[in-house]
């Protein structure tokens, strides 16, 4: 016997911009279901990998995008721009460009030293709109479901 989940939402009211940001959504949460289903997403990341690259984080020049990352994960998997910008009190005409490259620098010493595989997923990317042009904004940051389930599996 196989059990179906439906959600039903009136979206003929929203304007067009919304149903495509609903539908890049939607997609973008397919998709991470079906990569966490099949496991590779969390190669390499365990409680322990994750509090390495937070505990690093905290102690250079990464204490906000480690309040970022804990903030992505207490939300499932995505921080806003506006929790960014909250976190780190930033203000409203400052760019977020590099912001995920303390992260980067941290993750690749990390595979350097042999404490992750090197076919570990990045842990903490950007989102964009997908129906954007040329250069945009972060709409916020993503952390893999299979790395939040590995952080929250305590």
């Known amino acids: 016997m196989t059990y179906v989940e439906q959600m039903t939402v009136d979206i003929?009211?929203?304007?067009?911009?919304?149903?495509?940001?609903?539908?890049?959504?939607?997609?973008?949460?397919?998709?991470?279901?079906?990569l966490a289903e099949t496991g590779p997403m969390a190669k390499g990341w365990d409680i322990n990998t994750i509090a390495?690259?937070?505990?690093?984080?905290?102690?250079?020049?990464?204490?906000?995008?480690?309040?970022?990352?804990?903030?992505a994960i207490e939300n499932g998997g995505e921080v806003s721009r506006a929790e960014v910008y909250k976190l780190g009190v930033y203000d409203a005409d400052r760019s977020l460009k590099g912001f995920t490259r303390?992260?980067?620098?941290?993750?690749?010493?990390m595979k350097d030293?042999?404490?992750l595989p090197?076919?570990?997923?990045?842990?903490?990317?950007?989102?964009?709109?997908?129906?954007?042009?040329?250069?945009?904004?972060?709409?916020?940051?993503?952390v893999p479901?299979?790395?939040?389930e590995?952080?929250?599996a305590i």
């Not at 003929?12 to 991470?32: C, D, H, M, Q, Y």
């Not at 984080?57 to 804990?70: D, I, R, T, W």
């Not at 479901?145 to 939040?148: F, G, K, N, P, Q």
């Open 52 to 71: 390495t690259l937070m505990n690093r984080l905290a102690v250079s020049n990464g204490s906000v995008q480690a309040k970022a990352f804990q903030k």
């Open 102 to 109: 303390p992260v980067n620098r941290i993750v690749a010493e």
């Open 150 to 152: 590995a952080y929250t």
């Open 145 to 148: 479901l299979a790395v939040v």
């Open 12 to 34: 003929t009211s929203w304007p067009s911009w919304a149903r495509r940001k609903l539908k890049v959504a939607l997609e973008g949460i397919s998709l991470e279901v079906a």
């Open 118 to 142: 090197e076919d570990a997923v990045s842990p903490f990317e950007p989102i964009y709109d997908a129906n954007g042009d040329g250069y945009q904004s972060a709409q916020g940051f993503r």
């Open 113 to 115: 030293s042999g404490e």
